[in-house]
C-alpha cells in the first residue's frame, strides 16, 4: 500500500501477510508510524484513492478479496458485515443529533429498520453496553455525555448490525484508565458473547495483552512478529519486539532507568536498504544492512518473526 | 436580548399585519382617484398625505407592503434552497461538480446585479412571478460560497469519516448529517440577503421596468414628477417604508446571529451566571 505523492512515494505498508482466525482477537501493535491504522483503513477501503493505492495483494474476507470491490459493494459491507471503532469518541458524534437516532442509523441503513424500531433497538443496545436510562438518554445530544459513554455508544453502533469482523483503532486511548479498563472488558465479553473476529490496532502493549489472543507487531509498514500474544509477551523473538516489551513499565519490578529503543521510525520515502529495523536494532549484522528485507522466518508453532536470525528456519 | 432586533421584530410584525389586514383598514380601494384631494400634506385625515391622484399614501403603502413581502418571502426561500443545495453539492463531491457549480457562481457574482437583472426583465417580462424568480436566481451564489466553505469544513470532522465508515449513502450524509450543522448559517443568511432583495425589487419598479401599480418604488418613480411641487411626502414615505423594512430585517437577522452564535451564547451564559452568582 502506497501514497504517491508529489514530494515522492510513501511505502506505507509493504510485504505484510497474516491471518486472523474466525472468533479470535488480534491485536496490530506499533509505533505511530508503524502503519497499522493505513492497514486498518485499508482493509476498510477508506484510504483516498488518489493518492493511495494497493500496488499488489489480496484482502480477504469470507473468501472474497475486498480489493476487487467496487465502492456500491463496499458500502454495503462497511457498518454492516465489517465495522470500524474510532479513536476519539469526543468528535465521533454528530454533535446537533440525537445519540439515540445516531445509534440506530446502522440499523436504518443495513438492516432498512423503520425509525421507531431501530430507535427502540438502540435504546435496548444502549442499556446492554451500560448506559443508565437509556430510553430517556436516548433523546440527548452527545455533548450531554462523557467520553466514556460515548465511546460505548460508538461501540453499540459499530455492533448493532451483529457484524462479523470489528476494526477497533486505539479505541481506548482518549479515555482515562479507568474508563479504559471498563471499555476494553466490554469489548471481550462482547466478543465472547456473540464470537465476533476483532482487530485492535493500538500502540499499548497492556491492551494487547488483556484483550488480545494474538498479536501482529508492525514497524515502518512491516509486519515484524506474529504469534499468540501468550507466546510474544513471555518470550518474543524479534527484537524490535524484545525492545517495545522491554520499554513499558512494570508494577512488579524495580525499574532504575526505563529502556527505550534509540532512534525514530525511519522516513518512509526514502527506506534503508535491508531490514527497515536495522538502524535501531541493537543485535543488527552485516547481512541486516544490505539487499531485501528479511522474510518471515517461523519461530514456532504459527508464529514468525522477520528476522535474519532467526534464517535457517522454514518459513511459516 | 437584542435591543434592535425586538425593534426590528415588532415593526415587520405591525407591517406583516397591515399588510394582510390591509383590505380591513383600508375598505377603500386605494387607487380610486380623488381629484378633490390632490397633493395634500400630511394630516389627521391623512397620515401619510395624498398622491398626485388623490390617494392616500398610508392605505396606499399598506397595500403596497403585499408586494414587497411577498418578493422577499419567496426570492428568500428560492434563493436559500438554490444556494444550499449548489453548496451541500460543491462542497461534498468536490472535482469536477465543485468546480462546474463554482464556475456558474462565479459568473454570477461578477456581473453586475442590477444591470443583470435588468436586461432578464427586458427580455422576460415583470409580473410578479418572474420578479420573484429572477431575483431569487440571480442572488444564490453568495449563500453557495458560504455553504460550501461550511460544507468543507464539516468534511473534515471524524462524525463524518464514521459515517462512510458506516457505510452511509451521500444522499443520508448531506441531508441528515451536513445539512443540520447548518442551519443557523444558512437560516442567518438567507435573512440577511433579504434586504438586499427588497431593495433590488424597489429600484425595479423605480425605474419603471416593473409595472406593479401599487409597490413601493413604483410610488417613487412617480413622485419624482412631482418635486417641484413641493409635494415632499410623495417620495418621503414610500421611502422611508422601504428603508424601514430593510432596516428591520437587518435587525432581526443580526439578533439572530448573534442569538444562534455559539461563542457569544457562552459568553452570554457566562456573565448570566455572574449576574445570578452576584445576586446570591
Known sequence: MRFYLESGV???????????????????????????????????GLLPRPPGRVDSGRILFK?????????????????????????????????????????????????????????????????????????????????????????RMMIAMALSTSPDL?????????????????ILALLKDLQQKHGMTIILVTHDVGIVAQLCDEILVMYAGHGMEHGTSKEILADAKHPYTRGLLESITRADREIERLSSIPGTIPNLVTLPAGCRFHPRCPLAFAKCTIGPAPPAFRTGNNRFAKCWLFEGAEAP | MNMGALIGAAFLVILVFGAAFASYLFPRDPELANLDTIRLPPSLAHPFGTDYLGRDQLALITYAARVSLIV?????????????????????????????????????????????????????????VNLMLIIGLTSWPSMTRIVRAETLSLMKRDFIDIERVMGASPQRIIFKHLLPNQINTIFVYTSLSIPVVILTEAALEFLGLAPLSISWGFMLNMSINYWITGAWWMSFFPGLAIFSTSLAFYLVSEGLKEALSPKLKRKRESVQIQVAARKR
Open chain 1, 10 to 44: 510513501v511505502n506505507a505498508v509493504e510485504n505484510l501477510s497474516f491471518k486472523v482466525r474466525t472468533g479470535s482477537s488480534c491485536g496490530i501493535v506499533g509505533e505511530s508510524g508503524s502503519g497499522k491504522t493505513v492497514t486498518a483503513l485499508t482493509i476498510m
Open chain 1, 63 to 151: 473468501e472474497e478479496n475486498l480489493l476487487e470491490k467496487n465502492d456500491a459493494e463496499m458500502r454495503r459491507l462497511r457498518g454492516k458485515s465489517i465495522s470500524m471503532i474510532y479513536q476519539d469518541p469526543m468528535t465521533s458524534m454528530n454533535p446537533v443529533l440525537k445519540v439515540g437516532f445516531q445509534v440506530a442509523e446502522a440499523l436504518m441503513v443495513h438492516e432498512k429498520l423503520s425509525k421507531e424500531a431501530a430507535e427502540s433497538r438502540a435504546v435496548e443496545l444502549m442499556s446492554t453496553i451500560g448506559i443508565p436510562e437509556a430510553e430517556k438518554r436516548a433523546r440527548d445530544y452527545p455533548h450531554q455525555f462523557s467520553g466514556g459513554m460515548r465511546q
Open chain 1, 166 to 182: 470489528v476494526i477497533a483503532d486505539e479505541p481506548t486511548t482518549a479515555l482515562d484508565v479507568v474508563t479504559q479498563a471498563q
Open chain 2, 72 to 128: 422577499a418571502f419567496t426570492a428568500g426561500v428560492i434563493l436559500a434552497v438554490v444556494g444550499t443545495m449548489t453548496g451541500l453539492m460543491a462542497g461534498y463531491f468536490g472535482g469536477r461538480i465543485d468546480g462546474f457549480i463554482m464556475r456558474i457562481a462565479d459568473v454570477f457574482l461578477t456581473i453586475p446585479t442590477l444591470p443583470l437583472i435588468l436586461v432578464v426583465v427586458m427580455v422576460i417580462g415583470s409580473n410578479l
